[in-house]
């Protein structure tokens, strides 16, 4: 059976027409019956799409047709279904959202993989830098790499105030990270801007370098921003994570089936199977009864019909 292609992509290049770049987006991509998420800003395009080979090479010669958009990068994956359920074509302020004002020119240095892999051979001294998400981190991450404790990437500014306390910080070589690199892009000009004057980004993000150093400086898996919601990357390491109800190390992540609560955690097949992919007792109950109270109404309407 044919593997399911992933790209995953961005580009900070001015759209001046932000309606009309939408609607071919759309159209060619409705016309492919590709699946993914587009978001397209004045500041440019970020997305992720999965197809069959063909689809997807179709649509890459589509982008890089573009004025503007002739040297995209992609970063590319395989799965056996798609990660995907539809298509979603999107306008945005911002296709990543720091809701800061910034030249992006005064970005980061670019590492590239083999760069970065070489200073850990060396044990230069510098600091790692992790720019996603706390629960992204808890999953997978670089080895001695530093928690930015962020809930949101809105929130990097916050962890920026804290970290240039320790002036230290402010004299050494830092390399940040992100999945892609977009956040980087954004995270590292926000950080010259704020003063520090020794700021790298991984080129192509931990995709790029776990294509091409499997199994070398990453430990655990990596989170997406699919319905996998995560994925090995070329990697054969263990999880990193444990069940929150039994402790056994497990790197299945889900959103509580609770709608009220929809935590993102992390549970064993086992007990995902035992609470029903509850989070917790409490919340198992609650959706016990929502499904009771479901079915009852259901069954309501279809006795209401078959008496009419």
């Known amino acids: 059976m044919e593997r399911i292609q992933i790209i995953l992509f961005y580009k900070f290049q001015e759209i001046k027409n932000l309606e009309y770049f939408a609607r071919k987006q ?3 991509c409705d016309q492919l019956e590709v699946l993914g998420k587009i978001l397209i800003a004045k500041e440019g395009i970020n997305g992720s799409i999965s197809g069959s080979k063909e689809q997807i090479e179709k649509y890459k010669n ?3 047709s573009i004025s503007g958009f002739n040297d995209i990068r992609f970063k590319e994956e395989s799965a056996l279904e ?3 359920t539809k298509m979603h074509v999107r306008i945005r302020k911002e296709i990543v959202t720091l809701k800061k004002s910034l030249n992006l020119e005064n970005k980061g240095k670019y590492i590239t993989p083999k760069e970065f892999f070489d200073l850990h051979e060396t044990r230069e001294d510098f600091i790692i830098l992790d720019a996603r998400n706390d629960y992204e981190y808890k999953l997978g991450r670089f080895k001695n790499a530093i928690n930015s404790n962020i809930k949101t990437f809105r929130e990097f500014p916050k962890f920026v105030n804290t970290f240039k306390k320790n002036k230290e910080n402010k004299k050494k070589k830092i390399i940040m990270y992100c999945t892609g690199g977009i956040r980087c892009e954004k995270a590292s000009a926000y950080m010259i801007e704020d003063g520090f004057t020794n700021i790298y980004q991984l080129e192509g993000g931990i995709i790029n370098f776990c294509q091409q ?3 070398t400086l990453w430990d655990g898996k990596c989170f997406v921003f699919d319905k ?3 994925t090995d990357i070329n990697q054969s390491n263990k999880p990193i994570t444990h069940c929150e109800y039994c402790n056994l190390l497990s790197d299945l992540y889900r959103n509580c089936k609770n709608l009220e609560c ?3 955690f992390i549970m064993c097949v086992k007990c995902q199977e035992k609470f029903h992919g509850c989070c917790s007792e409490k ?3 609650e959706f016990e009864e929502y499904a009771r109270e479901r079915a009852m109404r259901k069954k309501i309407i279809k006795n209401s019909q078959s008496t009419n």
Do not use: A, Q, T
Request: proline letters at 10%; a positive charge; one cysteine or more.
């Open 82 to 84: 798609h990660p995907f």
């Open 26 to 28: 759309r159209r060619f």
């Open 62 to 64: 589509f982008l890089l």
């Open 228 to 230: 996998r919601l995560m």
């Open 283 to 285: 919340c198992l109950r």
């Open 213 to 215: 150093f499997p199994n």
């Open 262 to 264: 929809d935590k993102l």
